[in-house]
Nanobody, 119 residues
């Protein structure tokens, strides 16, 4: 059984910083692409950032220059460093990963962690 467990959300003032972590655990062969998505009530979940196993990165335009995604392959963990946070960054943040389990690759979601940015 594979799980993605996020941590690091919370309440912060505009201009502040938070660091999210996402650890994949369970019977894992290899963790491929990992990503962070966010969702506010009534809206579709949107991509924030993606990082491949080899380190290729993509960011949403809205977070470029403020957020940094990274990963530690030895720990099966991805991070999202969020700086210069804005009120509009308020959302539930979800970790996503493509994981080889046995002979198949499956996609997994974490349970989400809330980020609230106050003005």
């Amino acid at each position: 059984q594979v799980q993605l467990v996020e941590s690091g959300g919370g309440l912060v003032q505009a201009g502040g910083s938070l660091r999210l972590s996402c650890e994949a655990s369970g019977t894992i062969f290899t963790v491929n692409t990992m990503g962070w998505y966010r969702q506010v009530p009534g809206k579709q979940r949107e991509l924030v950032a993606l990082i491949s196993r080899g380190g290729s990165i993509n960011y949403a335009e809205s977070v470029k220059g403020r957020f940094t995604i990274s990963r530690d392959n030895a720990k099966n963990t991805a991070y999202l460093q969020m700086n210069s946070l804005k009120v509009e960054d308020t959302a539930a943040y979800y970790c996503n990963a493509d994981i080889w389990v046995g002979v198949s690759m499956q996609n997994y979601w974490g349970q989400g962690t809330q980020v609230t940015v106050s003005s």
